[in-house]
């Protein structure tokens, strides 16, 4: 699905910091970071819905997110975790037809 | 409790033949349904979404809803090894908002 681009697509860290970036081609309104650990399914950390933002209470505070503008979507991350390692998603959808998520083919953190 | 179950957590069919994985909510306020399906390295992609009670078909995909059950169901058939994948059952209380994923159904078809 080359409409929605992550970058990186690939990440080893220490405890360090790092961004991840996403960029939609699709005219959507809303956006999302969803994390995926092996195996399990996607779990949603935020959601930003015409620039207003809804988190997930659960996600650590050391994952900020941003939206510079409606297409563009940032995930910053300070001193990763191990507990960190998964696939992270940036997903969006439009308003009206169901809003079906449409997903990017994921930034995969290993953390070390 | 997970509020969206699916089941068999892996099924293997020939290729050919039909597959069938449930999903039950424990939520009466899910409206929206959604399957997507997950190939190993991708994102998830949707398949079919169903909001109204019934079978809604797409081609060899065929999803059937029941509101006051809280069923539904996937059916897939003449199976393709390109099937093999990781499915999820998905579900929203709102137009906007979190999607809810169960635990997945991993399948296999074999040639």
């Known amino acids: ?23 939609q081609h699709l005219g959507h309104n809303a956006m999302y970071w969803y994390k995926q650990s092996a195996e399990k399914p996607p779990e949603l950390m935020f959601l930003y ?5 809804i988190r997930n209470e659960t996600v650590p505070s050391r994952f900020i997110p941003e939206c510079p ?5 940032l995930l910053h991350i300070s001193a990763v975790d191990p507990e960190d390692s998964a696939v992270y998603f940036c997903a969006s959808s439009p308003r009206g037809s169901g809003n079906t998520l ?5 930034s995969r953190l290993i953390v070390v | 409790q997970q509020k ?3 089941s068999p957590e892996s099924l293997s069919v020939p290729e050919g033949g039909m597959a069938s994985l449930n999903c039950t909510s424990s ?14 390295g991708e994102g998830p992609k949707a398949l079919m979404s169903i909001f109204s009670d019934g079978d809604k078909k797409e081609g060899r995909f065929t999803a059937h809803l029941n509101k006051a059950s809280l069923h539904v169901s996937l059916h897939i058939r003449d199976s393709q090894p390109s099937d093999s994948a990781l499915y999820f059952c998905a579900a929203r209380v709102q137009v906007v908002g979190q999607l809810t994923f169960g635990r997945g159904t991993r399948l296999q078809v074999y040639a």
């Open chain 1, 1 to 23: 699905n080359t409409k929605i681009t992550q970058s990186p697509r690939y990440l080893i860290l220490g405890r360090a910091n790092k961004s991840l970036e996403c960029e």
């Open chain 1, 49 to 53: 819905n015409l620039k207003q933002l």
């Open chain 1, 69 to 73: 503008d409606s297409s563009k979507l």
């Open chain 1, 102 to 106: 449409y997903f990017g083919e994921g």
């Open chain 2, 4 to 6: 969206v179950q699916q």
């Open chain 2, 27 to 40: 939520d009466r306020n899910f409206q929206y349904f959604w399957w997507y399906r997950q190939h190993s």
